[in-house]
């Protein structure tokens, strides 16, 4: 039998994925990444593709804002009056910054829970100067801290609205699970119960799917109208509040919080580990997805960015304003330019 | 004219590298990371090679063993008494340990020098508890603490004793960075003059070289006996300091100093940025050099410890004492291994 494991390990021999991410030093490119992209409309209808976007992918935290669709809809979200703050962080991957770490800790009160109910471990806070404050303290992380506590608070707030177990809500089989994992089937429009599946960083299942499975459930998120209306209205509700709270949804320095604090509502983009990205993209009615092979970061943002400028979503003027996303500098240690982080002259961006 | 720009923007269309690092979640390969690496005797015959090493790298940090020799063979090293953790330091990409920082120190006491006189900027040290202990402190990071103040020192010691001036050593023109070029072009076997140029991270001139001449370089280092005796003596002192003071090479938990810890004299290797490593085998007169295409740290060490369990250079018993480094586990923030990272069943490891 031929498992997912091994059809993975074969595609690693086949033709490289054909969008290439370049990072030039001085006279010439030192290091090169390579991705593949989907992009989707409602329908199913694949717009555009590069590369390998039938194998499966895990989405990490690139599938937050559906994740959060759980949270909306079943009634929770509105039951402990959570705003745009809140649903924000509830998509987030955050930097930790002290107004985001309160934010989630006055929500977890709200529910009548607190830090120690959060089981997605420790870390300390992306944001430096967040993490050198804390340090020079002498405070420990908790899981407030942790870039995924909203996503956390918010599986736990459904849990509490709907009677669940709260312990434990990180489990594969715990109804909270089970049930963002049959959003994510049906946003994404497939069968999930045999597909590829391993734990995330937080601790909560991850589980594989195509490319072109994670752009379509974008594209619905981006342009509901076809899904039932409970679904379609979470779906908005969710755009609006990233859209209106970018901040909350990563963070000083961020590129989601950058791009989306300068395109508003038109763009609505999630990072994830291991170098994938999303985006709902509302005016035109499509979804993006897309991975870079070795799971650089560094890499999916410029990819991401070149796609939205590709898709003409960013006016030469947003273009000027995101200059450091669309080709970051890459800088010594005295703070010098040695190069530049771009996308390729012959990538099709 | 084609510049090296355009040449190697035209190879990243070509075929991928065949060596294969992944990185594994659950039930599948999540990302992959790919690499070229070549294999060389000190004669410049190829013994084994894989993927594109015609294409210049650079060599970054992983050359400083090569660029360590002109400091001992200029007759600095000796003129001011330097013993084997100054040569170990010179040749390091270390952590900013206390100890690592306090023998730097030390060293430029003895020519006469500061803090103040390297050109390398500051960082933070790499590693987190010294990192964490200065925050607490509210001590600021020196160009002391810079990984490369080693190296920096190296080059400031070679310049007193030779009557240069010490301010701007770190310039293409200035002499240390002449005789340094010169050195690792006669090491590589090839003319460097019109060879692509950029800066590195800690402000001194990177050149670009095919992975085949790094390796011979480093095949030389390993086997000096056809280099001229002045040469060989410094190539030996340069490896025993090495593989005597492992720890000031790169510093705690770090790949390069508990490889060489376990293996002594038999592998000397060294570490770069953006995914390149090379290796000196002297039991077996041979040169490892190899670059990751994405420049990922975590696929070079598996890379190189893979080419050496191949070699035959890791004997079982060191191959568990070492299996961290083989197949290094990934963990979530709770601590629990959620994956792996391993050189490709595909790849001729």
Known sequence: MTTPADQTVAAANGAANPLVVEVTRGDMVESRHRAAAA???RSG????????????????SATKPIQALALIESGAADHYGLGEVEIALACASHNGEPRQVAAVTAWLARIGLGVADLECGAHLPYEEESAAAMIRAGIKPTA???????????FLTTARHLGEPTQGYI???HPVQQRVLGVLGQMGGLDLSAAPRGIDGCGIPVIGMPLTNLALAMARLGDPVDLPERRADAARRVRAAMAAEPYFVAGTGRFCSTLMAVTGATVIVKTGAEGVFTAALPTLGLGVALKVDDG???ASEVALAALLRRLGLLSPVQQEELAKLLS??????????TGRIRPAGAAPF
Chains 1, 2 share one sequence.
């Open 39 to 41: 992009i989707l409309d």
């Open 45 to 60: 209808k694949v717009v555009e593709a590069w590369g390998d976007v039938a194998r499966p992918v895990y989405g990490r």
């Open 144 to 154: 407030a801290h942790n870039n995924c506590s909203g996503k956390h608070a918010g």
């Open 171 to 173: 489990a594969w089989d």
């Open 296 to 298: 650089a970061s560094r």
């Open 328 to 337: 970051p500098p890459v800088l010594n240690r005295a703070g010098r330019e």
